[in-house]
């Protein structure tokens, strides 16, 4: 039988990068941030002033990997610190180009994953977090 699947509209995306761009700039931060959708290709992508070049990629990576492990990226970064490293060549074994580190959640509705945002290159990594984590507070997403 076949199943609803819902996805990410770009209005929806839109607001959601309004809010992290609106956190990014309250604290003073550069950075680049992503939204992809529920398969982790990029819908927005916006890199602030003063970011490093490296951030719009990252960031992307980042959504992407949140997307499909569907769960916080920080949740990957503490699996790795406490000795998991095989978990870092996880993207030789796909075309794809995962980044487990923090500052990345996959964006739920009605508990299905529809995409994911991630923050990069704010030069503080528990920044990303906040950025992220600020956005998806003030959009009301889960």
């Known amino acids: 039988m076949p199943k609803t699947t819902y996805k990410m509209t770009h209005r929806d995306a839109k607001a959601l990068m309004d ?16 939204i992809v ?5 990029p819908i927005l992508l916006e890199s602030l ?3 490093m070049s490296s951030a719009a990629k990252i960031a992307i990576g980042k959504a992407a990997t949140a997307t499909a492990f569907k769960r916080p990226t920080i949740d990957l ?7 998991r490293t095989p ?7 796909t075309s794809e180009a995962y980044i487990p580190l923090k500052g990345a959640y996959p964006i739920l509705y009605k508990k299905e994953i529809i995409g994911g945002i991630a923050v990069a290159g704010t030069m503080d990594a528990d920044m990303d977090e906040v950025v992220v984590l600020e956005a998806l507070k003030s959009e009301k997403w889960e």
Not at 20 to 32: D, L, M, Y
């Open 87 to 93: 978990m870092l060549v996880l993207d030789s074994a």
């Open 77 to 83: 970064e503490k699996v790795i610190l406490k000795g």
């Open 49 to 51: 002033d003063n970011t």
């Open 19 to 34: 809010a992290a761009t609106k956190s990014a700039r309250h604290h003073k931060v550069p950075g680049a941030i992503a």
């Open 37 to 41: 959708d529920g398969n982790g290709n």
